[in-house]
């Protein structure tokens, strides 16, 4: 895969539809300057590109995920949002945001059925180490983790470490997600958020979000 370059949090994603190691969902973005002058031009090619629902309704600002500053969590999502609920949902994401016309609204499949989810790092974010740390639990809702009502699991590896060294198949393989996206994004320290989808063999990794790791002082190198 090309290599790639941070953009928004809905532009990035798009961008890396192509993903070895995971899935990502099918989407649509829209400025709020489009949205409020095609508003229902844009429902029928949500309908048409996502589905008929459910939906998650994400933020998707310009300030938002930089490598200054992630503001995760500073505004609103909505999931689980059925059609007929859609274009209030995004009302009220877009309500969450400053006056800036130009920030986005990301309109996600909602993925069910999961089974884990939750954060990876491709750096410890205290020690600016090239160390995998995974953050996860196991049960539907994919916001136990960012949200902070889930401690979680946590796994911490070695980035020359082999795979053989981690706890299950699934960790395994967010491992390798992290490994590919450090390719694609030419080593910049990121911030994932991810979930698992299905059962068994028949499971699904599925990345819903990529960002720079926002830190402070010198990242140590992955050699």
């Not at 949002?81 to 986005?104: A, H, K, T, W």
Request: glycine letters at 4%; proline letters at 4%.
């Amino acid at each position: 895969m090309p290599e790639k370059f941070f953009s928004s949090k809905a532009k990035t994603l798009a961008s890396l539809n192509n993903l070895k190691c995971a899935k990502v969902p099918r989407q649509f973005f829209i400025s709020v300057r489009d949205w409020r002058t095609k508003k229902r031009q844009n429902l029928e090619k949500i309908e048409k590109k996502v589905g008929i629902g459910p939906y998650a309704v994400r933020s998707s600002c310009i300030n938002e995920d930089s490598g200054n500053a992630s503001m995760a969590g500073k505004f609103l999502s909505k999931l689980h949002v059925d059609y007929e609920s859609l274009e209030e949902s995004i009302n009220e994401v877009i309500n969450s945001y400053d006056d800036n016309q130009e920030n986005e609204i990301l309109i996600q499949e909602m993925i069910l059925n999961v089974s884990i989810s939750g954060v990876a790092f491709s750096h410890d974010p205290n020690l600016l180490a090239p160390y995998r740390v995974i953050n996860w639990c196991e049960g539907s809702d994919t916001t136990a983790i960012t949200s902070g009502m889930v401690d979680g699991r946590v796994w911490i590896q070695s980035s020359s470490a082999s795979k053989e060294f981690s706890p299950n198949k699934s960790i395994e393989k967010v491992i390798l997600l992290i490994n590919e996206l450090m390719d694609v994004f030419k080593n910049t320290p990121l911030d994932c958020e991810f979930c698992f989808s299905g059962e068994n063999n028949k499971e699904a990794l599925w990345l819903l979000q990529v960002r720079p790791l926002v830190f402070t002082g010198k990242v140590q190198s992955e050699d």
